[in-house]
């Protein structure tokens, strides 16, 4: 083996993580070894719920209801289908009443109660073909989920003269979690091949492009084991692996593209191993750090909400975008050290630089790299000569194009996620459409405390009354330790969840009572869920954008820059958001698709793709304006360095956000619709980003302000130069402009300058 070049140069941290490469490659296979075991399993003890705030009203009546009443809160039901001989045949009768009474003995179940026990007409179908036995399974998600599995097996299929189907709210969270993971596992194997394709496309070398992959199968891994832990402590979402998946390829496939294409560059450039190595993370490591920084922080704004949903997608999102950037700084430069020029082995690219009948490899490659990002030189020198125009025309049609979310309507997610052939999602199908009243559709009203049968008909007549109330059952009664327990159940006329569900949802909470009352059921959740989340956006905004200016203030030393980078980011996102509500809720696309729309977008779901987008959209942002500060600080040319920047950034972004977008889109094959919705969702607000903002918007923006893009306030330019971080140089050495746009120091540059000349040249001449 050829002889390991130690670097040349760089500071400690260079030191650090090149002193051993081969003990820390070794290391990092045997720690990458163990999250496999570790992280072995993580699906099964996820949850697919935590949509509901655990501190609202409702959550606190269902829990009194499942605690006093469990018949009033079923989590299982079986659809009994007798078919032509009705439900009412004396054998479908006793044969219903055996099932029951065999559920009833199942150790963890109880609660159950039948069409064939109480008569009740809204537990069977108009048609008298089907009727429902239901029952409450006790315990938390995950006791509950294992009794479901030993039990469904049992009771499923053919009994006797009936069908048996099993459904339930229990049965549906169990088929989501069920096929969520299925889903996962198809999603990666598509992703990775078409990703390994496209990186050999990108880097040509076969060696460089399988770095990429192998720093985002670490950071996937790696974040499985931390999930894992997790789940020991506190209720994690089953929709957070697809996260896992999807940034732990796309952020490592992206930190590793802006490391490997920077140490080529730097070999290209006549750097030996070393030299290149250490300038790589001098410059592009810094960079990664700031990405990381930025899209962690968009991810863990989403703790500040109770809903352990959101929650979830923070605690995995953190966990992958620290452990990618980790594997980027840490094991990809050990890697590139021990590799070297053999980083360019197996390039693809040699087969047709014979063919064409190019000069030497040596030369071919030279050149290759110089002439890289030629066409987006030229791109931004055509939009930066007409500004405005690209300014105005790409800020309208972005906001065009976001015109639909302004009639989004908010829901609660519910069975129809699932595809249509789900066995839960037919039993609730057919619920809804062959019983009378509105199955799952009730708002209940928990009473507390000593009352009259005079007290509780009083209060039913004026719930009766109420505007929108279809019709109000009970009292159910049951004396709890002194205290009295009773409830009501209001069935609101028209959608379970609509608009006039929720305002009876308000008007049960304003009425009198001569006890205490709440009001829970899924209009009810929704209406503390929506409360829940505007009472806390403000402060998740916040935190995004206060900290991100400070992070790019502290990259670029620009007053401008980090408020420029905040509101062209949220631009990318309308694209996004007005797609959600045309295809999603409107159900535009539905057929192509594959999902049922319901008319509404489940509220978590709008906060859960702007933090994730508006974190990845930074990413790139951070990628383009280091380059851009790092050739402003050499050269105190505005103009040259947004060409340059864009030349040197535009082709690797547009690739990392189309690899990204791949695995997304792989993510939005699910067959569950808020999956399909964050997958491909989140690839149109990467393209858009990549593809129109970086390209158009950016350095339109930028030519129209001029040498104020880099100008700061005396004390704000004074703190820059002491804790300011240049991708071309540490902290208190990064050239910082002065009043007249020269840099004040001379900064360090990761390109030479004969290279700067030859590329200031090609832009003229382009």
């Known amino acids: 083996m050829a002889e390991v070049k130690k670097p040349s140069a760089g500071g400690g941290w260079t030191r650090f993580v090149t002193a051993r490469p081969r003990l820390s490659l070794l290391v990092a296979l045997v720690i990458t070894a163990l999250a496999v075991l570790a992280g072995s399993g993580v699906g099964d003890r996820m949850g697919s719920g935590g949509?509901?705030?655990?501190?609202?009203?409702?959550?606190?009546?269902?829990?009194?209801?499942?605690?006093?009443?469990?018949?009033?809160?079923?989590n299982l039901l079986l659809l009994v289908d007798a078919g032509a001989a009705g439900v009412d045949s004396p054998a479908v009768a006793?044969?219903?009443?055996r099932l029951a009474e065999r559920l009833d003995a199942e150790p963890g179940v109880g609660g159950v109660g039948s069409y064939w026990q109480t008569g009740s007409p809204a537990l069977r179908s108009e048609d008298g073909r089907r009727a429902v036995i239901a029952a409450r399974i006790d315990g938390e998600e995950k006791a509950a989920g294992e009794v479901l599995e030993r039990i469904a097996p049992e009771f499923r299929g053919t009994h006797g003269p009936v069908e048996v189907s099993v459904g339930g709210p229990l049965a549906v969270r169990h088929e989501m979690q069920t096929v969520i993971q299925e889903?996962?596992?198809?999603?990666?194997?598509i992703a990775l091949p078409i990703t390994l394709v496209l990186l050999v496309m990108v880097f040509g070398s076969a060696v460089a492009a399988l770095l990429p992959l192998g720093i985002g199968i670490v950071a996937i891994l790696g974040t499985n084991a931390v999930l894992r832990g997790i789940t020991e402590l506190t209720d994690v979402s089953v929709f957070a692996q697809n996260l896992t998946t999807a940034l732990g390829l796309g952020l490592a496939i992206d930190y590793a593209l802006f490391v490997v294409r920077r140490f080529r560059e730097e070999l290209a450039?006549?750097?030996?191993?070393?030299?290149?190595?250490?300038?790589?993370?001098?410059?592009?490591?810094?960079?990664?750090?700031?990405?990381?920084?930025?899209?962690?922080?968009?991810?863990?704004?989403?703790?500040?909400?109770?809903?352990?949903?959101?929650?979830?997608?923070?605690?995995?999102?953190?966990?992958?975008?620290?452990?990618?950037?980790?594997?980027?700084?840490?094991?990809?430069?050990?890697?590139l050290l021990l590799l070297g020029d053999r980083?360019?082995?197996?390039?693809?690219?040699?087969?047709?630089?014979?063919?064409?009948?190019?000069?030497?490899?040596?030369?071919?490659?030279?050149?290759?790299?110089?002439?890289?990002?030629?066409?987006?030189?030229?791109t931004a020198a055509l939009v930066m000569r007409r500004a405005p125009l690209f300014a105005v025309a790409t800020a309208t049609g972005l906001v065009l194009l976001g015109l639909p979310f302004l009639g989004v309507k908010f829901g609660t997610a519910d069975d129809r996620q699932l595809p249509a052939t789900a066995e839960s999602r037919v039993v609730q199908d057919r619920l809804r459409d062959g019983f009378p009243g509105n199955p799952g559709g009730g708002i209940t009203v928990l009473a507390e405390g000593a009352a009259t049968p005079g007290q509780y008909a009083g209060y039913r007549e004026r719930i009766e009354s109420l505007d929108g109330v279809a019709r109000v059952e009970g009292p159910v009664t049951s004396p709890a330790g002194g205290r009295g327990h009773a409830y009501f159940t209001v069935v609101p006329e028209g959608e379970t969840v609509g608009p006039d569900a929720q305002r009876v949802v308000g008007?049960?909470?304003?009425?009198?009572?001569?006890?205490?009352?709440?009001?829970?059921?899924?209009?009810?959740?929704?209406?503390?869920?929506?409360?829940?989340?505007?009472?806390?956006?403000?402060?998740?905004?916040?935190?995004?954008?206060?900290?991100?200016?400070?992070l790019v203030f502290l990259l670029t030393g620009s007053l401008l820059?980090?408020?420029?980078?905040?509101?062209?980011?949220?631009?990318?996102?309308?694209?996004?958001?007005?797609a959600v509500v045309w295809v999603f809720q409107e159900g535009h696309l539905s057929g192509l698709l594959?999902?049922?729309?319901?008319?509404?977008?489940?509220?978590?779901?709008?906060?859960?793709?702007?933090?994730?987008?508006?974190?990845?959209?930074?990413?790139?942002?951070?990628?383009?304006?280091?380059?851009?500060?790092?050739e402003y600080d050499a050269t105190g040319d505005h103009e040259h360095a947004v060409r340059f920047g864009l030349r040197r950034t535009g082709g690797l972004i547009t690739a990392a956000a189309v690899i990204l977008a791949v695995v997304m889109v792989a993510i939005g094959t699910s067959r569950v619709t808020n999956t399909k919705m964050l997958g491909l969702g989140v690839a149109l607000a990467v393209l858009m980003d990549a593809m129109v903002v970086r390209s158009l918007l950016v350095p339109s923006v930028m030519k129209l302000t001029g040498r104020l893009t880099w100008w700061a306030p005396g004390p704000l330019r004074r703190f820059h130069d002491r804790f300011g971080i240049s991708e071309g140089g540490s902290p208190g050495t990064a050239g910082t402009p002065g009043p007249d746009g020269d840099p004040e120091g001379e900064g360090t540059a990761g390109t030479a300058g004969p290279e700067r000349g030859a590329a200031r040249e090609e832009e003229r001449v382009g």
Do not use: H
């Open 51 to 74: 949509w509901e705030d655990p501190d609202a009203e409702s959550t606190y009546a269902l829990e009194v209801l499942e605690r006093e009443f469990p018949a009033s809160q079923p």
């Open 94 to 97: 006793a044969e219903a009443r």
């Open 183 to 189: 889903d996962l596992l198809r999603a990666e194997m």
């Open 269 to 335: 450039g006549g750097a030996d191993t070393g030299t290149a190595v250490a300038t790589t993370l001098r410059t592009a490591g810094r960079t990664v750090l700031f990405s990381a920084l930025t899209v962690a922080v968009s991810l863990a704004a989403m703790l500040v909400f109770p809903q352990y949903f959101l929650r979830s997608f923070a605690y995995a999102g953190i966990a992958v975008v620290l452990l990618a950037a980790a594997a980027a700084l840490i094991l990809l430069p050990a890697a």
């Open 343 to 378: 980083v360019n082995a197996l390039d693809l690219r040699r087969l047709f630089r014979r063919r064409s009948g190019a000069g030497s490899e040596a030369a071919g490659a030279g050149a290759a790299e110089r002439e890289t990002g030629a066409g987006w030189a030229r």
């Open 507 to 550: 008007e049960l909470r304003a009425e009198k009572a001569p006890f205490d009352t709440s009001v829970t059921g899924a209009a009810a959740v929704l209406v503390d869920s929506k409360d829940a989340i505007g009472e806390r956006l403000p402060w998740a905004a916040a935190i995004i954008v206060v900290v991100t200016l400070a």
């Open 561 to 578: 820059i980090p408020i420029q980078a905040v509101v062209l980011n949220a631009l990318s996102l309308t694209a996004m958001f007005g």
């Open 594 to 630: 594959g999902f049922t729309s319901t008319g509404d977008i489940e509220t978590t779901l709008p906060v859960l793709m702007f933090c994730v987008a508006f974190g990845l959209s930074m990413d790139y942002g951070v990628f383009l304006l280091s380059r851009i500060k790092e």
